[in-house]
C-alpha cells in the first residue's frame, strides 16, 4: 500500500496484537525523503500479528504516533531506524522527552527499545547501553519474524526478560549485554541468487512535504560492485544485487506515481536502465536518479536525462590525484571523466557538481599539484562558464576522508583538523580564477565528530547522554572528558579488537586488510563480477553463507 499526499494509513487497532512504534529520526520532511524505515513499515504493517505506527521524533513533544497520537510511552516495542551517526542523540533525547529511561539497565520492564538500519552492520557500539535489541541486517530477512515472536510471548502474559530469551538465537539478533560472539548480518536473498534484488524497497508514503516533494522512491539496485577502499556501502551490502525489470515495470504500473526516483550506488551498471527510462518516459512518468558514473554517461542516457529535465549532473571525482584514485580503488579513468563532462556541455546541462575527498592517508602536497590541471581540462571539455553553450557552473563539494568501519580504511588514522583546513585551502587555490567553479566544504570538526561516533566504543555512550542536555554533540564534545585521539588519531594494528568486532558482516577481515595494504601500495583490485559470488568468492562473502 502507498500512501499520497494527506492520505494516511487507518489507525491499527491493538487489541490482539504487538503495538510497534518504528521511531524515525528527524522531523516529517526528513523521514519522508528516507527509503530504508518506509520499506521496514510495509513489511511489518503487512504482517497481521503487528500493530505498527511511525513516530517521527522532531514533530510532537511528548513523542507520539504520526496517526493515532499514542504517546510513544505507551507502546511496549520501540524500534528505531538509524541511518547516520548524528542520531544517536535525536534516539536518546526521543527516549527522554518521553519519560522513558534511556539506559538498558534502567529499564527493567517494558517498553523494549530496539533499532536497525545501515548503523546496526556498522558500529552500533556507541548506543548499545540503551538498547534491549539490535537487528543486524536487512529488514527482509527476519526482522518480521523477531517482532512477531516477541509479541506472541507478550500478549501470553510473557515479561520483557521472557520476549528477549525467544529471539535471543533468531538470525541477525543481538541482545547488547547477553550476546556473546559476533552476530551475522542477515541478508536477504532469493533462490539462492547472489545477484537478484528480488523485492526492492519502495515509498510508502509520497507527500509533497518530504524534501524530494511528491516523488515515489525505489530502489534499482543494494550494494556496488566497485569495492571503493572508503565506502562503507560496497563492503556491507554485499553481495550486489540487481531488481528485475519486469518486477519495476509491475510496480509502477501497479502505484501510477507521477514521478519516481531511482536509488542506487551504481545506477549506470544496471543493464535496464535505458529500457525502464524509456518506459517511463512512454507512460507519462517523471523521473529523477540518484546518482551516475561518469563512465556510465552515453549520449543516449544523457539526452534521456535533459528530456526528463535534468540540470545538474552530479559525478564523483573522490581524490585529487590519479595516485591516490588508484589507491583508493576508484574505477575511474581521466578519459571517461572528460567524455562525461564534454556530454554534459554539448547536452546542455546547467551545472556540474562534483564530490571531492580529501584527508587521505599517506596524501602529499603533490597529490594536490594535479588537480588544477585536470579543472581545466574539465572547464576546456564542458565550455563551463564561457556563455550560453556549455555548462554555466561547477561546484566542487568537498568533504574530508572518515574512516568506516568494514572497509579497508577501518585502520586508518583520520586527518587533524588542521591538515582538513589545509586540503581546502589547496582545493580551493586549485580552483582559484576558474571561471564558473566554487568550492564548498563540509565544518571540519563536524566531521571529526562523525569520525568519533564512526569508530568508538561504548565508552561513549555518556557523550551522547551530555549531549541530549546540551542540544548539540558539539557542545557537549567541549566538556566530555574522553580523548578523540585515541579513537581518530592512530593507525590500529591488524589484530587489535575494533568495537565493531561485535558484528560479522560476511566479508572477511583478511580480505580487508589485504585491501588496507594494497592502498598502501597504490594497487586496484577488480570490482566485482556480474555473475555473482559463485564466480570469485576472494572476499569471503561466499563461504560466510551470505552468498549465492
Known amino acids: ?60 513533544t511528548p513523542p507520539q504516533a504520526e496517526d493515532s497520537g499514542h504517546l510513544l510511552a505507551e507502546f511496549p516495542l520501540i524500534a528505531f531506524s538509524l541511518c547516520y551517526e548524528e542520531e544517536y542523540r535525536d534516539a536518546a533525547a526521543t527516549l527522554l522527552a518521553a519519560g522513558i529511561p534511556l539506559a538498558r539497565e534502567d529499564r527493567p520492564d517494558f517498553p523494549i527499545v530496539m ?71 542477515a541478508t536477504a536473498l532469493t533462490d539462492g541468487s547472489s545477484t537478484l534484488l528480488a523485492a526492492p524497497a519502495h515509498s510508502c508514503f509520497v507527500s509533497g512535504h518530504a524534501e524530494f516533494s511528491d516523488m515515489f522512491l525505489v530502489e534499482i539496485n543494494r550494494g556496488c560492485p566497485y569495492g571503493c577502499r572508503f565506502c562503507a556501502a560496497g563492503y556491507v551490502y554485499r553481495p550486489p544485487r540487481q531488481a528485475r525489470l519486469a518486477d519495476l515495470k509491475r510496480l509502477i504500473d501497479d502505484v501510477s506515481p507521477r514521478k519516481i526516483g531511482l536509488v542506487g550506488t551504481a545506477l549506470t551498471d544496471w543493464p535496464d536502465l535505458v529500457p525502464f527510462l524509456l ?57 571517461a571523466l572528460l567524455h562525461a563532462v564534454a556530454l554534459a556541455g554539448k547536452h546542455g546541462v546547467n551545472h556540474l557538481k562534483f564530490y571531492l575527498i580529501i584527508g587521505w592517508p599517506g596524501e602529499t602536497p603533490e597529490d594536490y599539484d594535479e588537480l588544477r590541471p585536470l579543472l581545466e581540462q574539465v572547464a576546456k571539455a564542458a565550455s563551463i562558464g564561457v556563455g550560453k553553450r556549455g555548462v554555466a557552473h561547477a561546484t566542487l563539494s568537498v568533504n574530508p576522508l572518515v574512516p568506516k568501519p568494514f572497509t579497508p580504511m577501518q585502520w586508518a588514522p583520520m586527518a587533524s583538523e588542521a591538515a582538513i583546513e589545509r586540503g581546502y585551502a589547496r582545493i580551493k587555490l586549485a580552483a582559484k580564477g576558474l571561471k564558473g567553479f566554487r568550492v564548498e566544504t563540509e565544518t571540519a570538526s563536524m566531521a571529526r565528530l562523525q569520525g568519533l561516533l564512526a569508530r568508538g566504543d561504548e565508552t561513549l555512550f555518556p557523550l551522547i547522554e551530555a549531549a541530549v542536555s546540551a542540544g548539540s554533540f558539539r557542545r557537549a564534545l567541549k566538556k566530555w572528558p574522553g580523548d578523540p585521539a585515541s579513537y581518530l588519531d592512530r593507525q590500529r594494528p591488524k589484530e587489535e579488537r575494533l568495537p565493531w568486532d561485535i558484528i560479522d558482516n560476511g566479508v572477511s577481515r583478511d580480505f580487508l586488510w589485504q585491501e588496507w595494504e594494497r592502498y598502501l601500495a597504490g594497487t586496484s583490485t577488480a570490482k566485482c563480477p556480474p555473475a555473482g559470488c559463485a564466480a570469485c568468492k576472494r572476499c569471503g562473502i561466499y563461504e560466510a553463507g551470505q552468498g549465492a
Open 115 to 185: 533499532a536497525g538500519g545501515p548503523l546496526a552492520f556498522l558500529n552500533p557500539a556507541p548506543i548499545l547501553p540503551a538498547l534491549d535489541l539490535l537487528f543486524v541486517g536487512e529488514a527482509e530477512a527476519g526482522l518480521a519474524e523477531v517482532l512477531t515472536t516477541i509479541g506472541r510471548i507478550a500478549l501470553a502474559g510473557g515479561d520483557k526478560a521472557a520476549c528477549l530469551d525467544a529471539v535471543a538465537d533468531f538470525p541477525g539478533v543481538l541482545l547488547p549485554g547477553r550476546t556473546t560472539g559476533a552476530v551475522a548480518r
Open 1 to 60: 500500500m502507498v500512501y499520497f499526499g494527506l492520505d494516511r494509513p487507518a489507525v491499527p487497532e491493538w487489541g490482539g496484537r504487538l503495538p510497534v512504534a518504528l521511531t524515525v529520526p528527524g522531523d516529517a520532511a526528513m523521514a519522508l525523503s528516507a527509503l530504508g524505515w518506509q520499506a521496514v513499515w510495509r513489511i511489518l504493517a503487512e504482517n497481521p500479528a503487528l500493530a505498527v505506527e511511525r513516530v517521527y521524533t522532531r514533530c510532537a
Open 279 to 335: 518506459w517511463l518516459k512512454e507512460r507519462g512518468t517523471k523521473f529523477s536518479l540518484s546518482s551516475v558514473r561518469a563512465d556510465g554517461i552515453t549520449p543516449e542516457l544523457l539526452t534521456i536525462l535533459r528530456t526528463a529535465g535534468l540540470r545538474t549532473l552530479t559525478l564523483a571525482l573522490e581524490a585529487p590525484s590519479h595516485r591516490l584514485r588508484t589507491a583508493a580503488n576508484k574505477h575511474l579513468s581521466v578519459e
